[in-house]
C-alpha cells in the first residue's frame, strides 16, 4: 500500500513557467514532509522540506504548499530551468514509531528551453 | 570521504549468486539506512540501524536479504541466492541524527545497480 501518492508521473514545463507537483498521504502520524530531486545516475539530495506546524515554506525558487486537513502538500517551482530537469520525489516521516521515509512515486520533470 | 559511497555501481549477477553491496556513509553520522528503488518508482525502505546496532528491519523483503555494520561504520547489505525481482537500485544513506529522525535530513549514495539474469 502506496503511504504517500504523488502526481503527476511525468511533467514537461517551458523553461520560465511554474512546475507543481502534488502529493497525498493518510496516515495523520507523519509530522515531516521532505521532497527530494534526483538526477539520472544519482541517489536523491534533499530540495526542501516542511514540518505541519507551518502551511508554506519557501526557498529560493522553491515552494512547498501545506494543507493539513485535506492531508495534502505541494511542490511548486517557480521560474523552471532547464537545469531543474530531475526526478522529484515527495517523501513523509513520523518522528516515533517507523524509522525511516515513505516515498511517493516520482515525478519525471522535463523543462525545455 | 565528503559524501555517502557505495560500491560496486554496477553488479550483475547470475540467479542464484551471493552479492554483497558496500556502504561507507559520512564519517560520524549515527544513523545509517537502506533502501531499494525499482525501475521508475520511489526508493522503499530495507533497513535501519543507529550505530552498530540494526533498530528495524522490517522492510527486508525476505530471510535472503542480510546487512550489518558490525563496527558502526561501513554497511554491507548481503542478499543470497538472487531472483530476477531483485533486480533494482541499492541505495544506502546517513543522518548524523537519530531516528525518528528520519526527521532529519538523509545523505544518500549514488547506489548499487543490481542486476540479476
Known amino acids: 500500500q502506496q503511504q504517500v501518492k504523488q502526481s503527476p508521473q511525468s511533467l514537461i514545463v517551458q523553461k520560465g513557467g511554474i512546475s507543481i507537483i502534488n502529493c497525498a498521504y493518510e496516515?495523520?502520524?507523519?509530522?515531516?514532509f521532505p521532497w527530494y530531486q534526483q538526477f539520472p545516475g544519482k541517489g536523491p539530495a534533499l530540495l526542501i522540506a516542511?514540518?505541519?506546524?507551518?502551511s508554506e515554506k519557501k526557498e529560493g525558487r522553491f515552494t512547498i504548499s501545506f494543507n493539513k486537513s485535506a492531508k495534502q502538500f505541494s511542490l511548486h517551482i517557480m521560474d523552471s530551468q532547464p537545469g531543474d530537469s530531475a526526478t522529484y520525489f515527495c517523501a513523509a516521516s513520523m518522528r516515533t514509531g517507523a524509522n525511516n521515509l515513505f516515498f511517493g512515486t516520482g515525478t519525471r520533470l522535463t523543462v525545455i528551453p | 570521504g565528503a559524501g555517502v559511497s557505495q560500491s560496486p555501481r554496477y553488479k550483475v549477477a547470475k540467479r542464484g549468486q551471493d552479492v554483497a553491496l558496500r556502504c561507507d556513509p559520512i564519517s560520524g553520522h549515527v544513523s545509517l539506512f537502506w533502501y531499494q528503488q525499482a525501475l521508475g518508482q520511489g526508493p522503499e525502505f530495507l533497513t535501519y540501524?543507529?550505530?552498530?546496532?540494526?533498530?528495524?528491519k522490517s522492510g527486508l523483503p525476505s530471510d535472503r536479504f542480510f546487512a550489518e555494520r558490525p563496527e558502526g561504520s561501513v554497511s554491507t547489505l548481503k542478499i543470497q541466492r538472487t531472483q530476477q525481482e531483485d533486480s533494482a537500485v541499492y541505495l544506502c544513506?546517513?543522518?548524523?541524527?537519530?531516528?525518528?529522525?528520519?526527521?532529519?535530513?538523509?545523505?544518500f549514495g549514488e547506489g548499487s545497480r543490481l542486476t540479476v539474469l
Open positions: 544513506a546517513s543522518s548524523p541524527g537519530l531516528a525518528g529522525s528520519a526527521t532529519g535530513e538523509l545523505f
Open positions: 516542511i514540518r505541519p506546524d507551518v
Open positions: 496516515n495523520t502520524a507523519f509530522d515531516y
Open positions: 540501524f543507529q550505530n552498530e546496532a540494526q533498530l528495524d
